[in-house]
């Protein structure tokens, strides 16, 4: 059984041929599995037979969809698909109803418990478990985000392609749990290297751990806009237990085109940790182990917050002379030439000066670039002011390329 369903869910084979297959099985009394749940006889129309999987296999449960910007199979032209992600605090608290055990080390005595991640320094340092040690509160749970491309052949165009998958781990119980996924030729061509559709997806996953950390339901969605009608969460939920975001896990290339953060070709920032160059990167390998600590100063969140602070300029639109002064002021650069909507010749708005090179960052007020033609005044708007080190080199000096709000340690 468990080779027919690794089968189908790879989609080697259809629901059709899983259904048939287990209905000779359970014919030809096949032991160690329920056959004749699965089975359903031959000469069904070919719909039917997806449809009676369809109530015997698990669903994922209530889906969050989120507008995310897209380019559908390679066109060139930009649109907005509903990308589905599961709730995770839903996740976390299904598995604590079928693990009680991990409510029970929460709430036990430290001193007692075998050491678990409950004792690591990234844990134990968190601002939102200090507080509840501090309150005397059961401990929160920690949870991690795991990202990372999956390499695939598709069977329809015959090529190879990829998928970035985003999962939440339970760090208690090592539980992944599929959050979303988006194919990366669907993702967004303008220039932004693919940051303009993913910002949607990371900003409603850290809606939700902002949600989980402080222990229930969130009031509107992740665009501030209202709960649609009939939905689950509707009315505010408590949740079973609080959680904390401790783990961001993800390879160099996600740290660099998933999470904002410089990529590990440039000299200045190869390291998302601490604060080598390149030239040094691979010069220190005997300090690494020195017990007076790394050869390198090691990055801090406040470090990620300061960059970000200095390079995002806030510019207030208040009305439809500004939006047109400034998109006529903008445009589309791709490769070495800019990374999506940049300005390309300083202007004044409302006080703020933008200068040549700032780039439209999507943002909690503005989530697609593309849609600023449509946005409602007054607005704010965010850009991205990077620096590069003086001419003739002119090699980018930031350590952090955009704002990723699930790099918050408070996920603010």
């Known amino acids: 059984m468990r080779l027919l369903l690794t089968w189908y869910a790879s989609c080697k084979i259809t629901a059709q041929q899983f259904c048939v297959a287990c209905h000779y099985c359970e014919k030809a009394a096949v032991k160690g599995a ?67 055990a991990i409510i029970e080390t929460l709430e036990g005595d430290p001193d007692l418990r075998e050491t678990c991640v409950l004792d690591v320094p990234a844990y134990k340092e968190h601002p939102l478990v200090q507080e509840a040690v501090s309150n005397g509160e059961r401990l929160p749970v920690p949870v991690g985000v795991y990202l990372d491309g999956i390499r695939y052949i598709s069977q329809a165009a015959g090529r190879s392609d990829s998928v970035l998958g985003i999962w939440l781990i339970n760090l208690m119980s090592g539980k992944r749990h599929l959050m979303t996924s988006l194919r990366k030729s669907d993702q967004c061509s303008c220039g932004c290297r693919g940051y303009d559709s993913l910002f949607p997806l990371l900003s409603a996953l850290a809606w939700m751990l902002k949600a989980m950390a402080r222990g229930e339901t969130p009031l509107d969605r992740h665009d501030g ?39 590990y070709s440039t000299y200045f920032n190869p390291c998302s940790f601490c604060q080598c160059v390149s030239s040094e990167m691979h010069s220190f390998y005997d300090d690494l182990s020195n017990p007076e600590g790394a050869a390198w100063i090691l990055r801090e ?22 939006k047109q002064t400034l998109t006529q002021a903008m445009m589309w650069l791709k490769g070495d030439k800019g990374r999506g909507r940049t300005v390309m010749r300083r202007v004044v708005i409302n006080g703020t000066a933008l200068e040549v090179g700032d780039r439209l960052d999507p943002s909690k007020y503005l989530l697609d670039p593309g849609k600023l033609s449509s946005m409602q005044v007054p607005a704010t708007l965010v850009f991205w002011r990077p620096t590069f ?19 918050n340690v408070r996920l603010c």
Request: net charge negative; charged share 25%.
């Open 34 to 100: 329920a056959f004749d749940m699965y089975g359903f006889g031959v000469g069904k129309q070919s719909g039917a037979y997806q449809k009676h999987l369809d109530t015997i296999l698990p669903q994922p449960g209530p889906l969050y969809e989120i507008a995310t910007p897209v380019n559908l199979n390679y066109s060139p032209i930009r649109t907005t698909s509903r990308i589905p992600m599961r709730y995770a605090w839903q996740c976390i608290d299904d598995e604590l109803d079928r693990n009680s």
């Open 225 to 263: 806009s209202a709960w649609e009608e009939g939905s689950d969460f509707e009315q505010q939920q408590r949740l079973t237990t609080k959680s904390v975001l401790v783990w961001i896990k993800g390879d160099l290339m996600e740290h660099a085109t998933s999470l904002g953060l410089a990529p």
């Open 301 to 322: 969140d406040a470090d990620y917050e300061e960059v970000c602070r200095s390079r995002e300029k806030e510019v207030q639109v208040n009305s439809e002379a500004d």
């Open 389 to 407: 080190s003086p001419a003739p080199s002119n090699l980018p000096l930031d350590s952090v390329v955009h704002r990723t709000r699930v790099c």
